[in-house]
T-cell receptor, first 112, second 113 residues
Framework: NAGVTQTPKFQVLKTGQSMTLQCAQD?????MYWYRQDPGMGLRLIYY???????DKGEVPNGYNVSRLNKREFSLRLESAAPSQTSVYFC???????????FGDGTRLSIL | QQQVKQSPQSLIVQKGGISIINCAYE??????FPWYQQFPGKGPALLIA?????SEKKEGRFTISFNKSAKQFSLHIMDSQPGDSATYFC????????????FGAGTRLFVKA
């Protein structure tokens, strides 16, 4: 039972490049989340998905897009990376709305 | 009104001691208060949670104390162990016009052997 799996674990990008962070969960959860974690700021919600086909903006959605491909997968895309998006990104899932329970181990993203 | 203020930023406790982390909130619409534990290089893990209809919840060595009138809640770790050394986040969620979970800034706990 893998829980929440995120890929890649590390990535370095140049300003202006694009990339997609992948997330998959095997717990049959309806709710999935993308957070970013920056020093001294806790976790901030980027996007939330209550079910397949639905997504809602969180606190810091600018510069990001998401896709809930199916119940298992929820991807986060940076269309034109900026240095301010250097962060650790966490995907999470839950069987309760808006109450994240299980987190992946994160993607550490550096944008030069 | 959406903030959750957490203190202290860091905490050093002797093995066997009690670790206490405090959080305060403003929005009375919050009705679910979880705590998360995060080890270096890992994602947060849900540790324990409380709803405002009870004043205390205990799971093993971990206890949440909740003071609804003061809008404060705290995590107590009894008999703290070196393996408890981690970052702890409090959070709050509820019908705030979005039901989003708001996280505190985190407390880095170090338990000295």
């Amino acid at each position: 039972n893998a829980g929440v799996t995120q890929t890649p674990k590390f990535q370095v990008l140049k300003t202006g490049q694009s990339m997609t962070l992948q997330c998959a969960q095997d717990m049959n959860h309806n709710s999935m989340y993308w957070y970013r974690q920056d020093p001294g700021m806790g976790l901030r919600l980027i996007y939330y998905s209550a079910s397949e086909g639905t997504t809602d903006k969180g606190e810091v959605p600018n510069g990001y897009n998401v896709s809930r491909l199916n119940k298992r997968e929820f991807s986060l895309r940076l269309e034109s990376a900026a240095p301010s998006q250097t962060s650790v990104y966490f995907c999470a899932s839950s069987d309760r709305s808006h109450q994240p329970q299980h987190f992946g181990d994160g993607t550490r993203l550096s944008i030069l | 009104q959406q903030q959750v203020k957490q203190s202290p930023q860091s905490l050093i406790v002797q093995k066997g001691g009690i670790s206490i982390i405090n959080c305060a909130y403003e929005n009375t619409a919050f009705d679910y208060f979880p705590w998360y534990q995060q080890f270096p290089g890992k994602g947060p893990a849900l540790l324990i949670a409380i709803r405002p209809d009870v004043s205390e919840k205990k799971e093993g060595r971990f206890t949440i104390s909740f003071n609804k009138s003061a809008k404060q809640f705290s995590l107590h770790i009894m008999d703290s162990q070196p393996g408890d050394s981690a970052t702890y986040f409090c959070a709050a969620s509820g019908n705030t016009g979005g039901f989003k979970t708001i996280f505190g800034a985190g407390t880095r706990l170090f338990v000295k052997a």
